[in-house]
């Protein structure tokens, strides 16, 4: 074995040692993270790695910064048979991959070579340019990017030695950037290039065993993790929530809900260690935008953070040691920041690599909500209102049914005794039950379904919360509790197909019941009107003048994909035009409403409602529309806010209603 070899050798056993030592605790914290089961589909997992990772399918929707990682992605995986070969060298110098195959692979590392060169400059820029972009000032990713055009131009020197040393009349056109290294080596003479190209030669290889062991230990640890945090992602609903059997453990005497870091699950702790910090999942957090104390990159990090603190405690297995470990909330997290999230899912949308924030944020929750009711007196009065009348409102559950007084509308208990079939269920929900102003839409959804000659039932009284608010606000108790009674009564009537106004009912009937037992067809009102305008069933022929300003609710859009249905229907309404609001669709902001926020007092930085309320305002509309009873409700007070009474705030329903 010659010195150059041995050299190599002595390098490699040390940086690949050194790899495996940062990365064997890292991996050990995975397998003694708690279990959770995101094994199941393997051809769904394949289709998202390959969707989300390999196809780099999120990363457009910013279209420069995503073509340049896009660049950055392909360009290693091109360029890493590049770098095995330069290892290769150290013990066999002339190996080379063979005639045509060689030229084509040098064509396609070449043209890769120079985009990645390209990106890194950009990312560089971007990293230090005088007004900071959404990844910021980070010094790591000045660092790396550097490392990756050190790689880069080491390796065109390398060539371009070689091409110089041999004399190269041939092939130059397959190694573009090799050529002008050659050219620009070329005066030096044969001896000086193949010196330059020997030191390019070791410090190329240095680089990249630098560039290894630097992986674990920052945010590019995602270039490891990325595409499993991918395979692993959820495959369910959006901000899908962990089943637990909450009453054997609370039976058990066991904990609910993320108390540690101990707590997190395997998913959890491979999210921590995948975020790239590049900042996306901040651009439409109505909870950044609006100077609340939580972030999904910051969150990420101070888990991270918190975990490496006490990882020795956590792979020692010591059960003493586990349960006192420093709590997350109230140590490293602030309460603030796990209580501002709306759920509105917009930074899961956003994320390239698919990292959840919801089911962690409703974790921490649920530990504070059950096992130290710790949570604010408001919200406490919308759970007892929930456990006592079976609404947050806490208004007498007699009530419910008070608004189908006078309109002789059949409920399912009665079709039920006639031995007929259920018809299509009316979900009315509690907003549409108890608030006044809401009971409007639930009125002209009565009007709409008549006009259509829908036959439809209710529950009446029978009818429960879904427990949505429980559930997002973490006393998942409570809210197993309330799906479990609705689940038994719905299937007792045999409810096949219901329909609902508010998306927050439609979510919990259609996504979280499935979990129990409750299998329905479940749609919401804005794509059922629309296939009754589409099949000709339901007609519109008076006009209804007026402009909207479309808000799309979260749990209609970025949770169940329907955006076009409602804009849809508003066309079609004769005189009635749909304005956009700047952000808008899957990019919309939220409305504050959400994660049971509506229940909540909101007491730091700007109002949410009045931030999206601007927006409203800046388009001129003279009304503002959506198709969920809260978002109705906070736009609505969020325009009276900035002193615009005289825009209008209708449900979807409510405009149709006007056309019949
Ligand atoms: S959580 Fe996702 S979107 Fe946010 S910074 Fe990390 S990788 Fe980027
Ligand atoms: S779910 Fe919405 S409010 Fe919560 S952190 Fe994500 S973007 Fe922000």
């Not at 914290?29 to 790695?49: C, D, H, K, Q, T």
């Not at 997350?328 to 917009?346: H, M, P, Q």
């Not at 009284?461 to 038994?488: S, V």
């Amino acid at each position: 074995m010659d010195v150059t070899a041995i050299v190599m050798t002595v390098l490699l056993v040390a940086g690949m040692g050194m790899f495996i030592s940062l990365m064997l605790p890292r991996f050990r914290l995975l397998l003694a993270a708690s279990p959770e089961n995101r094994f199941g589909n393997l051809g769904a997992r394949v289709g998202r790695a390959l969707k989300f990772a390999f196809g780099q399918y999120r990363m457009p929707r910013d279209p420069v910064a995503g073509f340049a990682h896009i660049f950055l992605f392909f360009g290693f995986l091109v360029v890493a048979l590049a770098t095995v070969l330069h290892f290769v060298h150290a013990f066999a110098p002339t190996f080379h991959l063979p005639g045509q195959v060689g030229l084509v692979y040098a064509l396609i590392k070449d043209i890769f070579e120079l985009l990645v060169s390209l990106a890194a400059i950009y990312g560089i820029w971007r990293r230090l340019k005088p007004v900071p972009s959404r990844v910021g000032r980070s010094w790591e990713g000045v660092f790396v990017l550097f490392m990756i055009l050190l790689l880069m131009i080491t390796d065109f020197i390398v060539t371009g030695s070689e091409l110089v040393v041999a004399n190269a009349t041939t092939g130059l056109p397959y190694m573009p950037a090799g050529h002008v290294a050659m050219l620009a080596l070329a005066p030096l003479g044969a001896d000086a290039a193949h010196i330059v190209g020997v030191v390019s030669w070791w410090i190329h290889c240095i680089a990249i065993l630098v560039f290894l062991n630097f992986l674990p230990i920052g945010k590019h640890f995602h270039v490891i993790t990325a595409i499993p945090n991918v395979f692993f992602s959820n495959l369910k609903s959006p901000g899908a929530i962990v089943k637990q059997d909450v009453e054997k453990l609370i039976e058990e005497e066991k904990p609910v809900g993320i108390r540690s870091a101990a707590d997190l699950s395997w998913n959890m702790v491979l999210n921590t260690y995948s975020c790239t910090e590049c900042g996306r999942c901040n651009m439409f957090c109505p909870t950044v935008v609006t100077d609340k104390p939580l972030s999904h990159r910051q969150l990420n990090l101070d888990l991270k953070h918190a975990l490496y603190e006490v990882k020795d405690d956590i792979l020692s297995g010591d059960a003493e040691k586990l349960a006192n470990l420093p709590a997350l909330v109230d140590g490293k997290i602030s309460a603030d920041t796990i209580w501002a999230c709306t759920t509105c899912g917009s930074c899961e949308q956003e994320c390239p690599v698919l990292i959840e924030q919801i089911p962690r944020i409703i974790g921490m929750r649920q530990y504070k909500a059950m096992m130290e009711g710790d949570i604010s007196p408001e919200l406490a009065r919308a759970f007892e209102g929930m456990e006592r009348n079976n609404n947050p409102w806490g208004l007498g559950f007699d009530q419910r049914d008070a608004w189908a007084k006078d309109l002789d509308i059949p409920r399912m208990a009665d079709v039920a005794g006639e031995g007929k079939e259920a018809p299509l269920l009316y979900w009315v929900g509690c907003a549409g039950s108890f608030d006044d102003r809401i009971k409007k839409i639930t009125i002209a959804m009565v009007e709409v379904l008549r006009a259509a000659g829908i036959e439809f039932a209710i529950l009446g009284q029978e009818e429960g919360c879904t427990g949505d608010t429980a559930r997002r606000a973490g006393n998942e108790y409570l809210f197993q509790t309330m799906a479990k009674t609705n689940i038994e009564m719905l299937n007792g009537y045999g409810v096949k197909k219901i329909l609902t106004t508010c998306p927050h009912c439609f979510q919990t009937l259609k996504n979280d019941y499935r979990e129990f037992d409750g299998n329905y067809e479940v749609i919401h009102h804005t794509q059922f009107i629309h296939d009754l305008l589409k099949s000709g069933k339901l007609k519109l022929n008076k006009e209804v003048k007026t402009q909207v300003a479309w808000h799309d609710s979260c749990y209609l859009g970025r949770y169940n994909d329907i955006y076009d249905a409602p804009r849809d229907v508003l066309n079609a309404v004769p005189g009635t035009s749909v304005i956009e609001l700047e952000r808008n669709k899957s990019r919309g902001v939220c409305c504050g409403a959400g994660g049971g926020r509506f229940w909540m007092e909101e007491t730091i930085g700007e109002r949410i409602n009045v931030h999206r309320s601007k927006e409203v305002v800046a388009t001129g509309a003279d009304c503002v529309g959506s198709a969920c009873p809260f978002c109705l409700t906070m736009l609505k007070d969020g325009v009276a806010d900035l002193g615009n009474e005289e825009i209008k705030a209708l449900d979807l329903v409510e405009i149709v209603a006007k056309a019949l």
